[in-house]
Nanobody, 113 residues
């Protein structure tokens, strides 16, 4: 049963910004580390960023310095702020707890050049 729902994707020009949200209908996010992942067309899903329960963050080298992951436990929500977007960031973005459970539908991010 999928409890996490991603939102906030869209079409943006290179250099633009988007903020993704990962909402939880239960309490999974509150008690687990959470990661953002993405799958570009024709490629495997890859890890983007993680935030622990205590707020410690880690990022893939390709997004470090441009993306920021954060969590609001009171709202059962995890965010991914994406700045200085590049066409190679185009992908479907997913969130999941660590270790991963069932995947949600994701949210499409498209960056035009």
């Amino acid at each position: 049963q999928v409890q996490l729902v991603e939102s906030g994707g869209g079409l943006v020009q290179a250099g633009g910004s988007l903020r993704l949200s990962c909402a939880d209908s239960g309490t999974l996010l509150t008690h687990n580390a959470v990661g953002w992942y993405r799958r570009a067309p024709g490629k495997s899903r890859e890890w983007v960023a993680t935030v622990t329960v205590r707020g410690i963050t880690d990022y893939a080298r390709s997004v470090k310095g441009r993306f920021t992951i954060s969590r609001d436990n009171a709202k059962n929500t995890v965010y991914l702020q994406m700045n200085s977007l590049k066409p190679e960031d185009t992908a479907v973005y997913y969130c999941n707890v660590v270790p991963a459970r069932a995947w949600g539908p994701g949210t499409q991010v498209t960056v035009s050049s």
